[in-house]
């Protein structure tokens, strides 16, 4: 069966610091999702990526699919408070990036020092 | 994008009883799913919630324990019954298009006791 790994678990981040959060599947990735997650609550969608190679941004946040299409990683560029929160990678299962149904990463907690 | 408001967003319930948990979206939308995150874990898919038929139940997951309802394509419950503190967990409720984007709502928080 298809699992995400992601690293790393936790970071801790002086603010203003740049960091990267990475997302690797055993198997070709058909559909990647990032989301963010304050403790507790709610999935705040960031982005999706399916094609290989394929990069997007969102304010000072970067995610991209290599061209295999077995790793994602989310890049955060000077990093702020708000940035805090658990980091979700999801994708699609079954082939499908329509069919709705993902599989998750374990997350990655970060937090941002003042 | 689509607005998904659940309800109630938390609730405390004593071992042996049934609470249900209401996602409500504020556009249709093709496909709505249910999702649990049990304390420290990540999410895992419970079930599709199909419209006008009987949800579609993934591995571990059974219709007489998480009996599911979708009436339309805008709103659908989860019912977690019999519960035991091992259903302590968020339940998100997911919802959309086939097109890109897959939305969640703010999750309900269940603790059992």
């Known amino acids: 069966s298809q699992e995400l790994e992601q690293s790393p678990q936790s970071l801790i981040v002086q603010e203003g610091k740049n960091l990267t959060i990475n997302c690797t599947s055993s198997?070709?990735?058909?559909?990647l999702y990032w989301y963010k997650q304050k403790y507790g609550e709610g999935l705040i969608f960031l982005m999706m990526?399916?094609?290989?190679?394929e990069e997007k941004s969102h304010e000072k946040i970067t995610a991209k699919l290599d061209e295999k299409k077995q790793q994602s990683s989310l890049h955060i560029t000077a990093s702020q408070p708000s940035h805090a929160g658990i980091y979700l990678c999801?994708?699609?299962?079954?082939?499908?990036?329509?069919?709705?149904?993902?599989?998750f990463g374990q997350g990655t907690t970060l937090q941002v020092k003042p | 994008s689509a607005v998904i408001s659940q309800k109630p967003s938390r609730d405390i319930c004593q071992r042996g009883t049934s609470l249900t948990i209401q996602c409500q979206v504020d556009?249709?939308?093709?496909?709505m799913f249910w999702y649990r995150q049990q304390p420290g874990q990540s999410l895992t898919l419970i079930a599709t919630?199909?419209?006008?038929?009987?949800?579609?139940?993934e591995s571990g997951f059974v219709i007489d324990k998480f009996p599911i309802s979708r009436p339309n394509l805008t709103f659908s419950t989860l019912t977690v019954s019999n519960m035991s503190p091992e259903d302590s967990s968020i339940y998100l409720c997911?919802?959309?298009?086939?097109?890109?984007?897959?939305?969640f709502g703010s999750g309900t928080q269940l603790s059992v006791l």
């Open positions: 919630a199909n419209q006008g038929s009987e949800a579609t139940y």
């Open positions: 999801g994708a699609a299962r079954h082939g499908s990036s329509n069919t709705g149904k993902l599989i």
């Open positions: 997911s919802a959309g298009t086939g097109r890109e984007k897959l939305f």
């Open positions: 556009s249709q939308v093709t496909m």
């Open positions: 990526l399916q094609k290989g190679g």
């Open positions: 198997k070709t990735l058909y559909g």
